[in-house]
């Protein structure tokens, strides 16, 4: 079987509120959990002020080590919203009114009082620039060569996701099967590092838990192989029961 | 008044669960909050997998460009814990087993089975390393340097964080105020850019949300100056009741 390509993404949240703890971020997770169906695999993530300078560095230095880069934040029509300036900048291109991005937000806010000179601030892109439709509240996000600008709350990201499903390139979405057992991590450190060895291709993952008094762990066992994914987890849970663990029901 | 210094950190999350969507992370949000108590600006995050290189090239990065690097993440007793490897590997030095950490291991699992080479993993830590006291299940973080290694766990990233109160020199906390109003932010860009022009020394962010029909947004004032936050956030209020806006009491 030939070496298939691996498709890569790494996602920018920009967000002041982020790194101030005030805001849980949610958009990692459900990227990531995107992405993922579609083939593709997030391998980077970073987490960046509102600040001109670092928003364009950071996507200078991902949009050139993966396939993809996602970011999430900073569109909104305030002064403190600098996404879109920033990548221009990154990319050395000027900021322009997409006329079509206009169009979308003349209509949109036609019934909600018109448009502003703030509300046309999210009519703004990096010259050269595509839209991404924004299904839920008007304003569109901005695909910049392979750089999704979209929005930081979740779900307007969310929407935004949606309308990107099946559209960009992938490879086998990678595939996972749980395992749990109520097995001490440390207790079967070696039984899962020779499951994993018998079985070129997949990777395990531990993830301990502490519940009703019982320590224990989860296995997650990965691979772009269904079938593989298959014989180790039944491998797996076979080696546990054989050494005498109580399966625990509550995997994935 | 002399320019203070301005104390700044950087937070590794290292772990293919997040990466993969399995996982919500919950280190970044309270590794932030903590962080800001100590007068620690939190400037950067990454996230990356459970690979030597990457971790290695990510602590590097972040060790140089900031005051303190934590990590959380990969320093279990099974196979997929690499991070105490991948930091020694980044620092170039060896590693060794810590005698303190493994005294501590034997201690905790005397009444649990005893260690295992598993188990002693979790002694093992870059030479010249100090220990980070882990108040609830034993195995200690590490610090190498200006690099703070912990769990990923975040019950336990939390105690380790405790155990480092007030330990790590840092400047004035950053404050804020949040004031809430059904304002679409939209039609408030104007009177919060000269609010913020107004004030000098405040940053002013807008977080729109859409409460039981009506649209609003809670604007944070943020400042290491309490007075600068209070006199900056009354006027923002006076503004906002003049245009006419109710205010929107479920700020922070």
């Known amino acids: 079987m030939a070496e298939e390509k691996v498709w890569t993404a790494a996602l920018l949240v920009i967000g002041d509120e982020i790194l101030s703890g005030r805001t849980q971020d949610k958009n990692i997770s459900q990227v990531a959990v995107w992405l993922n169906v579609q083939g593709i695999r997030l391998e980077e993530v970073r987490v960046v002020p509102d600040h001109q300078a670092r928003i364009a560095d950071g996507v200078n230095a991902l949009r050139t080590a993966y396939d993809y880069v996602f970011t999430t ?3 909104g029509p305030t002064h403190d919203d600098i996404t879109v300036d920033s990548i221009a900048a990154a990319f050395g291109v000027p900021v322009i009114v997409h006329p079509k991005a206009r169009q979308i937000l003349e209509d949109y806010y036609v019934t909600r009082g018109g448009v502003s000179e703030a509300r046309l601030r999210m009519a703004r892109v990096p010259e050269g620039a595509e839209l991404i439709p924004n299904p839920t509240s008007g304003a569109p996000g901005v695909k910049m060569e392979n750089v999704y600008i979209m929005a930081g709350v979740p779900s307007i990201a969310a929407a935004m996701l949606q309308a990107l499903d099946g559209k960009l390139e992938g490879g086998r979405p990678v595939l996972s099967a749980t ?17 994993e060895e018998t079985h070129t291709g997949v990777a395990i993952g531990s993830y301990p838990f502490f519940k009703e008094g019982r320590y224990g762990a989860n296995f997650v066992v990965r691979s772009d192989d269904g079938d593989l994914v298959d014989r180790t987890s039944a491998d797996l849970q076979r080696r546990l029961s054989e050494a005498g663990y109580e399966p625990y029901p509550g995997g994935l």
Do not use: F, H, N, W
Not at 179 to 195: F, I, K, N, Q
């Open 73 to 75: 934040g900073g569109i």
């Open 179 to 195: 395992v749990g057992a109520y097995a001490p991590e440390s207790d079967v450190a070696d039984l899962l590092r020779e499951t």
